[in-house]
């Protein structure tokens, strides 16, 4: 990890300021755009399970039709990508706590510990697939499984972005 | 024409097939308007005044009850009207023979609006289907009088019609009237003269009668005529003259009645019987002509419907009644419990209900809670003339009928709030309608229910979002009565279940036709269990009552470690084999033929079906490919969709959705390490797929070892199919699960189905659904897909109060079925039902539905144990006891009185679900295979509420001393009633023979010192020593006890779709053990008895 990490610090910063900088420094820069992309695959999260719960108040959807019409299709699929994203951001997640750690950024990484925690335990004890993934698509409309989703997109979102600024300005 | 030979006691086709869509028929006549303004109908409280006059008492003359009946009808009378206009016109003699008078007379009115098309032989009723006794005396009188040739033709009709028609109320009256006329008027008198005599004047009425009405009839008793017939004689004196208002009848009525010799009272009591009596076990005296009979028990199917209606006004169990009537082959209306004697007016009834309801129960000192008879489902209290429209519990049952205002009040009362459905049920009428436009809320989608409200004549308010719609312009008239201007009126406004014929936009690929495909494992171990002779012997008995039309199709696979296929075409002397030995990537070897049309190839099919069995005898290949032939049988089915019926023998070993075995019998006792997941999603994914494709698989396992259930049945859980597990069958060592294969798979074949089918339940804005159990995908929050839906397939679905339901005096549930049946018509079923909301926690208790709150803890409990454990889902049952009855120790009780108090409502709630800890499914010990205990589990999710409840807590019946005290008349016969015992060994006695119904199963348990005549008389043996090991079946004797008891045993299995098979158990019987597991009340090794569960509630409830 490292050894990618370096070489790709010295082009990264442009400017005037490379003076003062450290892989520390890197790390953080780095951070703040991976988080970035973190904060937008939770917001997408979100939106996919507020689609999921309320797709039935869309008036769109009128008859009982069999088939989906297309735009369910449609939103179907986002909502297939918006799950798909989990991995990724698991992985984006991992890939920064790995790199704190190398830059013995101690505080930031206890930070982050625990959700990484809770990523591996979510992923443990995920349902049993045969391929990755998280979500059980026979469960997942299941109330308590939506809400509790939802509420994990939300809580994710204020952490990100709390990192975000915290990385912004650490 | 249509329907000649149906078999009066088949469920089965009734539904859908053959029923006559409403549609605006030709012969309506005029006088339909002159309907009293009552009608209106919407279903707001308290608009209904005009029902009171119902609760006059009927007088006991056959002529007067007529009368009686007809206060109860309010909206009905309308529609007579019209029915009678048609007779009148009398010309031609009348043809109708009398059998047909009588069956269609209460669905008359419907059929004969309807269209002449519908016209169908006597046949089709049942036998005497409707009304008794006055129809008798018509018919000996018809021919006297004129009824015109128009008539007979009505008449036919209604026959037709009748049967699989829905008399909704509005129709069903008109035949009384009818029958008044003639008999009346044998010149030919004017109409309304007719009528007039039999409502202003009884005496002349009666007259004609009572000649009939032998004298066996007891006095109060039950009357012969029994309930129902009478009522509609009533509504229909009313209708035919228009003139006539109901007010006028009801005085008439009181005028009769004082005249009439008995005094109140007594005519009150007959009321009751007569009500109680067509819908409980009623009594009819044997004594009656044998005509009467008839009339009688089938009375309560057909004509019941419009009674039914009418009938809920008594106090007592109003819906109650009403469903029963509605729907004959439910057995619990037979039972009643006895109604409130006052018959004062429904809000007093309500009242006397609720102090009853209210009553605290000290659970430890009464020990005979347990009803007599069946338990049956509270009824809502609502307003009369809504809860008499309301859906039949055994179609819609909520927990708490009184739904809480909050979720606040809800968590306070520790009841679990949800629905139990059987949406798809056989019934034996059901209103369909066709119209080009079907009515629903503009936003919501909601179909037009009977618990609209219309503000004028041409806007509607949505029950459950309160949006304002407009009427359509075709709705203003109604086909039923020819009436323009009486949205109210329509048939989907009178009735809580309906089905409609749905228009093209319903679809989005033309109906498909339905497409069955049999895959065998044909493996040496399968070849052993010989079940593919049974299997394909019940196929060939049956090919021709598979559901369908010209276009079924039908194909087979087998399989062992390589799938074979079997080209059936056309042309071909002999079916041809196909190997595919490719198991990794499997693919279909030719494109056609293999899924041929039935009626086209019957003949190779049947063919292949005889041979089939002796093909593999030689067969030595152990390995089972399951995961490859599903996904072969999936890519055949997936461009039409249909049925794969998949028959397992062992654990699949080769290829994709291999499996291991993950029993260890040993360590069955702990209860925390038991595989209840599945091991692989395999079967999952593909039943995914399948159900994206409208394929169901249905699954038969029949296995002496252990086959890993719990992860084969996800294809047919995910797929809306079935399971059946035929534990260790062989057909020579085990021939009980040979017959009992035989008898599940005649009913698998040959029950209603229906294709590519979605449910949708929606409910008044501010609950939401939390959760659904059954065979389905949810696709949606409020969706299911169902690629295949069959009648005996229960749901169920928790609920939440989401924002509080303030300002609502009632809230409603729709829940709309839409599938494409066997004949390739789209249909959309729907049910609603509408239930009071209240404020207090004493109302909420008052209205727990235990059954229900059992059936779905139940549901609660197996998705708890596969979540977490076994012992995390125990724990919650006795918790949800101990909570929700400390909940009502604090919260409602005022004094604190020591025991363990319960309201009267969940008086039964301990017992059930001590019954519920002891079933298979939640069972600690070593007891259960695994497999076992997952079916359980499978039969928990998917069984319909009432078979549920009779797998958790079996009837037990003493039937040694069998008498006809009390007992019901069917046609013919007489069924008597033994009360239910508890269910305990010190229940039992030595000397006597018991009967325990478990629902799938019975057993017939005899007693050591069992007297000697009944072994003799009822069992055909000599002695007690002499009885057979495995008998399962009770000789047909020309004895009074066998003759009762052979009664009794098949009325009992004439209530449920499927044929529970009979098990006669001595001392020393293997099956004693089973026949002792179901003695909840008793301690076990494991588990408590049940007063020391009850100690154990009360120490944790006054803790």
Redo the contacts between chains.
């Keep these: 990890m490292i050894a990618p990490g370096i070489p790709r610090a010295a082009p990264g910063p442009p400017g005037p300021a490379a003076m003062a900088f450290t892989f520390a420094a890197f790390c953080y820069m780095l951070a703040l755009l991976l988080t970035a992309a973190l904060i937008f695959f939770a917001i997408w999260h979100i939106i996919a399970f507020d689609e999921?719960?309320?797709?039935?108040k869309n008036?769109i959807d009128?008859?009982?039709?069999?088939?989906p019409t297309v735009e369910k299709v449609k939103k179907i699929k986002r909502v297939k990508i918006a799950l798909k994203l989990v991995l990724p951001e698991y992985l984006i997640h991992a890939f920064f706590c790995v790199m704190f750690l190398c830059a013995a950024e101690w505080l930031t990484l206890g930070l982050n510990m625990p959700l990484l925690a809770y990523h591996i335990w979510r992923y443990m004890s995920r349902?049993?697939?045969?391929g990755p993934g998280l979500y059980d698509?026979?469960t997942i409309?299941?109330?308590?499984i939506?809400a509790y989703c939802q509420k994990e997109g939300w809580c994710k979102l204020a952490f990100y972005l709390l990192s975000f600024f915290y990385y912004l300005y650490g | 024409m249509a329907q000649p030979a149906r078999p009066p006691t088949g469920y089965p086709s009734q539904n859908g097939a053959g029923q006559q869509p409403y549609s605006n028929g030709p012969v309506q006549n005029q006088l339909m308007h002159s309907s009293d303004g009552q009608g209106y109908s919407p279903s707001v409280p308290g608009l209904y005044s005009h029902q009171t006059p119902a609760k006059v008492p009927p007088h006991q003359t056959s002529g007067q009850y007529n009368y009686s009946g007809s206060q109860n009808v309010s909206q009905l009378n309308n529609y007579q009207g019209p029915g009678q206009t048609l007779n009148r016109p009398p010309v031609a003699p009348f043809s109708g023979s009398p059998v047909q008078q009588t069956g269609p007379v209460p669905q008359v009115l419907l059929p004969a609006l309807q269209n002449s098309a519908a016209i169908s032989s006597a046949g089709s009723f049942p036998p005497g289907a409707s009304p008794p006794v006055l129809s008798n005396w018509q018919y000996s009188q018809t021919p006297v009088s004129q009824p015109v040739g128009s008539q007979t033709s009505h008449l036919a009709h209604m026959t037709g019609t009748g049967s699989a028609q829905p008399p909704s109320s509005l129709s069903g009256n008109t035949n009384p009237p009818g029958n008044y006329q003639y008999a009346a008027s044998p010149g030919g008198p004017p109409l309304q003269n007719s009528y007039m005599k039999p409502g202003s004047a009884p005496p002349p009425v009666t007259q004609p009668l009572t000649p009939l009405h032998p004298p066996a009839r007891p006095p109060l008793g039950p009357p012969p005529v029994g309930g129902p017939p009478l009522i509609r004689p009533s509504t229909l004196t009313a209708g035919p003259p228009n003139t006539q208002s109901l007010l006028n009848s009801a005085a008439n009525r009181d005028g009769d009645a004082t005249s009439a010799a008995s005094d109140g009272s007594v005519v009150q009591n007959s009321y009751d019987a007569i009500e109680g009596g067509g819908l409980m076990a009623t009594p009819h005296p044997s004594p009656a002509p044998p005509n009467l009979k008839m009339n009688r028990s089938v009375g309560y199917s057909y004509p019941t419907l419009p009674p039914g209606y009418q009938n809920t006004s008594p106090p007592g169990a109003p819906g109650m009644q009403a469903s029963a009537l509605q729907y004959p082959d439910g057995s619990k209306h037979f039972h009643q419990p006895a109604l409130g004697t006052n018959h004062l007016t429904a809000s007093m009834g309500g009242l006397s209900l609720q102090q009853e309801g209210l009553r605290p129960v000290n659970l430890l000192q009464e020990r005979n809670i347990l009803p007599m008879t069946l338990l049956k489902a509270p009824v809502p209290n609502l307003h009369e003339d809504i809860q008499k429209l309301n859906c039949n519990p055994e179609l819609f049952r909520c927990t708490l009928t009184n739904i809480p205002q909050t979720q606040a009040l809800l968590n306070k009362a520790k009841l679990p709030l949800g629905l139990l459905l059987h949406p798809f049920k056989d019934l034996s009428q059901l209103p369909v309608v066709t119209s080009s436009t079907i009515v629903r809320c503009r936003?919501c989608?909601t179909y037009i229910n009977p618990f609209v409200s219309f503000l004028d004549q041409r806007r509607w308010k949505c029950n459950l979002c309160y949006r304002v719609n407009d009427v359509p312009e075709e709705f203003m008239y109604n086909p039923v009565t020819r009436v323009y201007g009486e949205p109210h009126k329509r048939p989907e406004v009178q009735n809580a279940t309906i089905e409609f014929m749905a228009p093209s936009?319903?679809?989005?690929?033309p109906p498909q036709p339905p497409v069955y495909l049999f895959v065998f494992d044909v493996s040496h171990n399968a070849i052993e269990t010989g079940y593919l002779n049974t299997v394909c012997q019940t196929l060939l008995d049956n090919l021709d009552l598979l559901p369908g039309n010209t276009r079924t199709k039908i194909g087979f696979i087998t399989f062992d470690s390589t799938i074979h296929f079997y080209s059936l075409q056309e042309g071909l002397s002999q079916p041809q084999m196909l190997i595919v030995s490719d198991i990794e990537d499997v693919f279909i070897p030719m494109p056609e033929n293999l899924l041929v049309n039935l009626n086209e190839n019957k003949e190779l099919i049947q063919d292949l079906l005889r041979t089939l069995p002796q093909m593999f005898t030689k067969s030595l290949e152990t390995q089972s490919a399951l995961g490859p032939a599903l996904q072969a049988a999936f890519k055949l089915m997936s461009p039409t969709g249909g049925r794969i019926s998949v028959f397992q023998t062992q654990l699949p070993s080769v290829g994709m959705g291999a499996l291991k075995s993950r029993e260890e019998p040993n360590q069955r006792a702990t209860a925390k390490d038991i595989h209840l997941?599945?091991?692989?999603?395999?079967y999952?994914?593909l039943a995914?797929d399948c159900s994206g494709q409208?394929v169901a698989v249905d699954l038969f396992l029949l296995s002496g070892q252990y086959s890993d259930l719990a992860s084969l049945g996800c294809i047919s859980r995910?797929s809306a199919g079935s399971v059946y597990y035929y534990q260790s069958y062989h057909h020579k060592h085990n021939p009980v699960q040979v017959e009992k294969l035989q008898k599940e798979l005649k009913r698998y074949l040959t029950r209603k189905i229906g294709f590519?089918a979605?449910m949708?339940i929606r409910c008044t804005k501010g609950l939401?659904?939390?959760?659904?159990h059954g065979n389905f995908?949810?696709?949606?929050?409020?969706?299911l897909s169902l690629p295949n839906v069959n009648p005996d397939a229960g749901y169920a679905v928790?609920m939440?109060v989401e924002e509080s339901l303030t300002d609502m005096q009632v809230v409603s549930f729709q829940s709309?079925l839409?599938y494409t049946s066997s004949k390739g018509e789209r249909r959309?079923r729907v049910h609603t039902m509408c239930l009071p909301v209240v404020t207090t926690l004493s109302e909420v208790y008052l209205g727990a539905d235990v059954q229900a709150i059992t059936g779905l803890l139940a549901n609660m409990a197996v998705d708890r144990s596969v979540s977490a454990t076994l012992s995390d889902a125990r724990d919650a049952l006795v918790n949800a006891v101990i909570d929700s009855l400390s909940a009502y120790r604090s919260s409602v009780l005022s004094i604190q009185q020591p025991g363990l108090m319960a309201p009267y409502s969940l008086r039964l709630f301990p017992l059930y679900v001590l019954a519920l800890l002891k079933q298979k499914a939640f069972q600690t010990g070593t007891n259960a295979r695994l497999d076992e205990r997952i079916f359980t589990m499978c039969q928990v999710k998917n069984q319909p509420l009432v078979y549920l409840m009779l797998m958790t807590h079996p009837s037990l019946y003493r039937v040694d001393n069998l008498t006809d005290e009390g007992a019901l008349n069917i046609n013919d016969r007489t069924i008597p009633q033994p009360p239910i015992l508890q269910l305990s060994v010190e229940k039992l006695s030595r000397d006597g023979a018991y009967l325990m119904d478990a629902g799938s199963v019975m057993f017939l348990w005899i007693g050591k010192n069992c007297g000697q005549s009944f072994i003799s008389q009822v069992l055909g043996v000599p002695n007690y020593g002499s009885i057979p090991q495995n008998m399962t079946h009770l000789p047909e004797l020309e004895t009074a006890e066998s003759m009762r008891t052979i009664a009794f045993i098949s009325w009992l299995r004439e209530q449920r779709p499927f044929f529970p098979i009979l098990y006669i158990i001595k001392d020393d019987s293997p099956l004693k053990s089973s026949f002792l597991q179901n003695m909840i009340e008793d301690r076990t090794e494991s588990a408590l008895s049940y007063y020391e569960f009850l100690l154990h509630i009360q120490q944790q409830v006054n803790k």
């Excluded at chain 1, 999921?52 to 039935?56: E, N, P, R, V």
């Excluded at chain 2, 995908?777 to 969706?783: E, H, I, K, P, Y």
């Design positions: 999921l719960k309320t797709d039935y008036p009128q008859c009982n039709t069999l088939n349902p049993v697939m045969s698509p026979t409309m299941n109330a308590d939506l | 936003s989608r936009e319903y679809m989005l690929r997941t599945p091991s692989t999603d395999f999952k994914k995914l409208q995910y590519e979605v949708r939401s659904i939390h959760t659904f995908f949810v696709r949606s929050t409020d969706l928790q939440s709309a839409l959309i």
